[in-house]
């Protein structure tokens, strides 16, 4: 049995695959958990009762008032629980609409989330050059040159959302400026990426110990980006330089340019 292959679903961020043979839903972090759920099941819908802090199936002893704050009531029609295979990613998206409306409490995992959970990290364009996004190492790492660009290295943007930097596109290397820099940097542009809620919301998930899809559906899983990118020419940084000449006649400095 592959994995990978079979339909998955969401449940507070955790996530099972659904076989049809066995009539179970298996936990994609431990296979060995494999919860039945044929006994639970109606004339169109399974109803299930789950316990989340136990990541299984709530039987009779565990439904006292007290434990009702850790148990969850899911609603799963029954052709999803028969599916062989993952359904088309547009049906999957009136699949979760539904669910999501109807108070069902899952979310069926389309391709994307599907491929990450395989392992499969995202991508980003910057500027025609390919970056994987490995927000565990904190670093979008050159497809060809296979160096790092920091997250350290990086700007936040006033609002916090996004991550800025200056980006030497013949090098695929950071541009650093001095507050005094009297020329601007050739083949160089001001980069914005998302932050890495965007950019990876299952490394961000195991990064606050939280179930793979925690964030899921309301952040979907992306696999390619595209960075926002301005020429730097074009840049609050114009300005600066025409200031700083201005200064410059009177004390003399250098251009103020640093890589890396």
Not at 1 to 22: C, Q, R, S, W, Y
Not at 72 to 77: A, E, V
Not at 119 to 147: C, M, N, Y
Not at 180 to 194: R, W
């Amino acid at each position: 049995m592959n994995i990978h292959e079979l339909p998955k679903i969401a449940i507070d961020g955790a996530v099972f695959a659904i076989d049809a043979k066995t009539k179970a839903l298996i936990d994609q972090d431990n296979h060995a958990n494999a919860m039945n759920i044929e006994k639970y099941r109606g004339s169109h819908e399974y109803f299930i009762l789950y316990d989340k802090e136990r990541r299984t199936l709530a039987e009779g002893h565990d439904r006292m008032p007290g434990d009702y704050d850790r148990l969850i009531r899911i609603r799963l029609p029954i052709h999803l629980g028969q599916l062989h295979a993952m359904p088309t990613d547009e049906e999957i998206k009136q699949i979760n609409e539904k669910a999501q409306a109807n108070g069902m409490n899952f979310a069926m995992v389309d391709s994307a989330l599907n491929e990450r959970l395989s392992g499969r990290l995202p991508k980003i364009d910057v500027h025609g050059d390919q970056f994987t996004v490995d927000w565990r190492l904190k670093e979008l790492r050159s497809d060809t040159t296979f160096a790092p660009l920091r997250f350290n290295d990086f700007d936040v943007s006033p609002d916090g959302d996004k991550y800025l930097f200056l980006y030497h596109k013949p090098s695929q290397s950071l541009v650093f400026l001095d507050s005094d820099i009297t020329e601007l940097p050739k083949d160089t542009f001001l980069v914005e990426v998302d932050n890495e809620l965007v950019l990876d919301p299952v490394a961000t998930a195991r990064e606050y110990m939280l179930d793979d899809a925690a964030f899921y559906p309301n952040r979907p899983f992306i696999l390619q980006h595209t960075a926002k990118v301005t020429p730097i020419e074009e840049t609050y940084l114009v300005e600066l330089v025409e200031q700083n000449r201005t200064q410059r006649d009177t004390d003399g400095r250098d251009e103020g340019i640093r890589q890396r």
